[in-house]
RNA sequence: GCGGGUGUAGCUCAGUGGUAGAGCGUCACGUUGCCAACGUGAAUGUCGUGGGUUCAAGUCCCAUCACCCGCUCCA
């Protein structure tokens, strides 16, 4: 039975071990980011591999794409981003609670059903409107009326592009890795003979400014999104959904997910952002919060809305111009008649049609699945009265493989040892050590989560085989050393 | 952003206004013949940061940064 780890000891471990660390530490830390040590970074690139493997490379049906993470602003304007990814926020003045605007009772509705979950709203529309508090409830203290003047939350991070400060345009880094797949969507019909139905995977940064941030590397404000946009005809659109679904959960418990501690939580319709046709979460139990589920990944029926979005994008690039740039200044052009036969539209030649196809996106957090396999992986027990610390990460996401170890350093064992590493390293991430007592070196492996440690012993001066020992149950067999490799890849799929 | 808590060695933590500590870990040497063994020795501290009070501050005061818990918020 595993130990439930707390939050402290993950933490804790990572530092330990190298897995991950606060930035800019020596300046008394940077909030929310944090650093990949090097186990982590071998860790964090194994989880993306995963994904991309079975997202990309195991499918004849999704290609990959990497984007810049800077993109023309008015890919923005079109995502709906530039003029809702922000929230409008009032403090009550009595007791410093920060609410949503749109989240505030009336007087008269106190102690009414929840709230309808709203959308970001239009900040630069709801600035300017007048907002009535006076009768509006503090959540927090029950003072009535009693609030700040409601201010803008953006959640984009700006940068300015070009040295001369005259000269220099104001770009946001994405929020969203999905944009720059929707604006890469021609290229890819033009370039590659795909058919729908077909996907487009991209793995990469993606930045918030989150009101607040949380828990570790659950929620920064830098993070890591792996994303897939799956076109699809309209109306097999539900079928799709379904079919991601199941893929991207068992991706979770292939790698060693423990079941009870995965599920699939479905979005209320008043919860769907307005685009979305549907939309699941697959959450995990993370031991922060009230031991409560959180969202690992969610997957949405996003329907023909981007696309058609980036064809009125396009038509709006002229108003750009005029108004230098400014998107405050602008109105997104309305959609053309012909829309479905738009730039961003797909001719079906068996069928003879043309239509804007259905999206499915299931969009990870490789961060937040990091945390998952991490936490999920940790385990404590109690082995002749010593605590053992370990990692059971499936061997597909182990930093290291496999650590070769002489059992002592004498008799030329460390010299064989030496000529297993060196022909193991081209195979797999192999770890060399000699130091201290074996026992030591296999528990530090343990904690490292390294599947499996080869030992050279007197034995195998003798007859050329060695000890291959697996990190969960501790177990050792005899393999001959030339069948090591055949050996450790059969175990390490 | 609010409330509560924490911050001293890589980790876990002691530390009463008066010399900076322990356990584990790390390193070196020896020993060792399969699960954190033993011996000897060693290194590692902006006591989160900056001010202040004091003859003297890790300890008291103020500010600030970061993390954790709970709110709030959350594609």
Redesign the pocket.
């Known amino acids: 039975m595993a130990k439930l780890a707390k939050?402290?000891d993950i933490?804790?471990l990572c530092?330990?071990r190298g897995f991950i660390f606060?930035s800019s530490e020596?300046?008394?830390?940077?909030?929310?980011?944090y650093d990949y040590g090097p186990l982590g970074v071998e860790l964090k690139n194994n989880v993306r591999k995963a994904w991309w493997k079975a997202v990309v490379q195991m499918r004849d049906d999704v290609v990959g794409l990497d984007c810049s993470i800077l993109m023309h602003p008015l890919v923005w304007k079109a995502s709906g981003h530039a003029d809702k990814f922000a929230?409008l926020i009032c403090?009550c003045k009595k007791?410093?609670?920060?609410?949503?605007v749109d989240?505030l009772k009336d007087k008269a509705e106190e102690g009414a059903a929840a709230q309808e979950?709203i959308?970001?709203v239009d900040i630069e529309k709801e600035v300017a409107a007048q907002h009535d508090l006076s009768n509006k409830v503090c959540?927090?203290c029950g003072k009535v009326g009693n609030f700040t003047e409601p201010m803008p939350f953006k959640l984009m991070f700006e940068t300015q592009m070009g040295a001369n400060v005259d000269d220099s345009m104001t770009l946001f880094l994405r929020?969203?890795t999905a944009q720059g797949i929707f604006a890469n969507f021609r290229n890819v019909l033009d370039t590659t003979r795909v058919k729908i139905p077909f996907g487009i995977a991209q793995i990469g940064k993606s930045f918030?400014n989150?009101?607040?941030?949380?828990?570790?590397i659950f929620?920064t404000r830098e993070?890591e999104?792996a994303e897939l946009e799956f076109f699809c005809e309209p109306g097999t659109d539900d079928e799709w959904f379904e079919h991601w679904k199941e893929q991207r959960f068992n991706w979770y418990l292939n790698l060693g997910i423990k079941k009870e501690n995965l599920r699939f939580r479905e979005h209320d319709a008043d919860e769907l952002?307005h685009y979305a046709k549907g939309c699941v979460d697959v959450e995990y139990k993370f031991?922060?919060?009230?031991?409560?589920w959180q969202?690992l990944?969610?997957i949405?029926n996003r329907t023909d809305y981007d696309l058609r979005q980036h064809q009125r994008g396009m038509r709006t690039l002229n108003a750009w111009f005029e108004a230098k740039g400014d998107l405050a200044k602008i109105e997104l052009k309305a959609e053309a008649e012909e829309y479905l036969k738009g730039p961003l539209s797909y001719f079906d030649d068996v069928e003879k049609k043309r239509y804007i196809p259905y999206v499915i996106e299931p969009?990870a957090?490789i961060d937040?699945s990091t945390l998952a396999f991490l936490v999920d992986a940790y385990d404590e027990e109690e082995?002749?009265g010593?605590?053992?610390?370990l990692l059971r990460f499936h061997p597909a996401l182990a930093p290291t493989k496999v650590a070769v170890f002489p059992?002592?350093?004498?008799?030329g064992?460390p010299e064989i040892a030496r000529n297993i590493y060196n022909d193991l390293k081209e195979h797999f991430t192999t770890f060399y050590d000699e130091?201290?007592?074996?026992?030591?070196r296999?528990?530090?492996q343990?904690?490292a989560g390294t599947p499996f440690?080869i030992?050279?012993?007197?034995?195998t001066?003798e007859d050329k085989t060695?000890?291959v020992?697996e990190r969960d149950s501790?177990?050792?067999v005899r393999v001959a050393t030339d069948k090591l490799p055949g050996h450790l890849r059969e175990k390490l799929v």
């Open positions: 939050l402290d933490v804790s530092k330990r606060q020596i300046y008394g830390g940077l909030a929310s980011c929230d403090e007791c410093n609670t920060r609410t949503r989240h979950h959308e970001h959540p927090d929020p969203e918030r989150e009101v607040t941030t949380k828990a570790f929620r993070f999104q952002a031991p922060f919060g009230s031991g409560d969202e990944e969610g949405a969009s957090g937040r082995v002749r010593e605590k053992r610390n059992l002592v350093r004498k008799d064992m130091k201290g007592a074996v026992g030591r296999y528990r530090r343990d904690e440690c030992t050279v012993d007197g034995q001066l060695v000890t020992r501790m177990e050792q």
